[in-house]
C-alpha cells in the first residue's frame, strides 16, 4: 500500500470519525449543565446519569409534559414533585428548570437510599415508582427493565461526547 493510499484511508476515517460526533452531538443534546453538575453534586449523583435521565425523559424539552402528567426536564408527577419539595425543603416551584433537576436528582438519590446501589432498580424505580418495584421484588419477578437499560447506555455516550463538561 502507497503513502498515498494510507493518507487517504486515514483521511476517510478521520472524516467518518468526525461525522460521527457530530451526529451525536446532535442526537444527545447537553443543556443546563451548570443546574445538572451542582444539583448531582449536591445530592452525591453522577452527573451524565442526570443528563441520560433528562434525554430519555424530556429530551432537553423543559416544558415537556408526559402522557401521565409528569411535568419538566426529569418528568417528576405533580404529587412527587411538591412531595420532594417539601422533603428537601426548597422554596418555589418544583416546575423550574434549577428545582426541576434539583428534585430529580434528589429523587436518584432518595431512591439509592432504598434500593441501595443498584441501578436498574433505582431507574425502574424512578420510572415505575418504588412500590411497583418493591412488590415486583417481594414477588420475585423483577426484570431490568429498557428505561433504565436505555439510560444507561445514554450515560456512557454522554460521557463519551461531553467528557469533563459535567465534572
Same mark, same amino acid.
Given at each position: 500500500m502507497t503513502v498515498g493510499r494510507i493518507f487517504t484511508l486515514l483521511t476517510v476515517l478521520l472524516i467518518i470519525f468526525i461525522s460521527l460526533f457530530l451526529i451525536g452531538y446532535r442526537i444527545f443534546p447537553l443543556k443546563y449543565?451548570?443546574?445538572?453538575? $451542582?444539583?448531582?453534586?449536591?445530592?452525591s449523583v453522577d452527573p451524565y446519569l442526570? +443528563?441520560?435521565?433528562? $434525554?430519555?425523559?424530556?429530551?432537553?424539552?423543559?416544558?415537556?409534559?408526559?402522557? +401521565?402528567g409528569a411535568f419538566g426536564l426529569m418528568q417528576l408527577m405533580p404529587d412527587t414533585g411538591n412531595w420532594l419539595r417539601n422533603l428537601a425543603g426548597i422554596s418555589g416551584s418544583w416546575m423550574t428548570v434549577e428545582n426541576n433537576i434539583f428534585l430529580g436528582s434528589y429523587y436518584v438519590n432518595y431512591l439509592r437510599e432504598m434500593f441501595g446501589e443498584d441501578e436498574a432498580l433505582i431507574l425502574t424505580a424512578y420510572s415505575r415508582g418504588p412500590g411497583i418495584v418493591n412488590k415486583m421484588l417481594?414477588?420475585?419477578?423483577?426484570?431490568?427493565?429498557?428505561y433504565s437499560k436505555r439510560v444507561k447506555l445514554f450515560r456512557e455516550i454522554y460521557r463519551i461526547l461531553y467528557a469533563?463538561?459535567?465534572d
Open positions: 449543565t451548570y443546574e445538572i453538575s $451542582k444539583s448531582a453534586r449536591e445530592n442526570i +443528563a441520560a435521565m433528562i $434525554k430519555q425523559e424530556s429530551n432537553y424539552d423543559k416544558k415537556a409534559v408526559s402522557y +401521565a417481594e414477588d420475585n419477578e423483577f426484570i431490568e427493565n429498557t469533563g463538561y459535567l
